[in-house]
């Protein structure tokens, strides 16, 4: 990626070798090959590194452990349903902007537990598949044609 140190792999990557059309898991062969260069590359660079010491632990002053584990399940969920319902193969400027309305909900609500409850895995992980999902439909948003496999009904001829 054009950030230092990070890169994107697999179903992230835009290498161009499949195309716009590349469905389900054709790809697996080219996540082998770019994570051998990424693992590769990453231990060229090891020994000249410089790592973070010192970093602080996490304040968990103020906050609870969580009692809302169904809520998590429930708002994971949710993210999937968005982004099956609105953010398909098939979408349209409408189901976008739905997506995004319904997402902004989940965010807040999320972000309001994120802030009052000691962190789990399950709490991480429902922030970053609304993260994700942002990014997707705002990639969305912004795209007006209808390219490959991601066909928007708005656009349906560019």
């Given at each position: ?57 996490w304040d968990f002053e103020g906050?609870?452990?969580t009692e809302e584990m169904l ?88």
């Amino acid at each position: 990626t054009s950030i230092k140190r990070l890169y994107a792999l697999g179903e992230t990557s835009c290498t161009g070798l499949h195309g716009a059309n590349r469905l389900a898991s054709n790809s697996l062969i080219e996540a082998v090959v770019y994570a051998d260069q990424a693992a590769r590359h990453t231990a060229s660079l090891i020994d000249r590194t410089d790592f973070q010491e010192g970093i602080p632990d996490w304040d968990f002053e103020g906050t609870q452990h969580t009692e809302e584990m169904l809520m998590l399940i429930q708002s994971k969920r949710e993210v999937q349903s968005i982004m099956s319902n609105y953010v398909g193969i098939v979408r349209s400027n409408l189901s976008l902007k739905r997506a995004m309305r319904r997402l902004s909900i989940l965010f807040e609500e999320t972000e309001e537990l994120y802030n009052k409850t000691k962190p789990n895995r399950e709490l991480c992980e429902l922030r970053n598949m609304i993260a994700v999902a942002y990014l997707v439909i705002k990639q969305g948003r912004e795209i007006k044609e209808s390219v490959g496999c991601h066909y928007n009904i708005d656009y349906p001829k560019q």
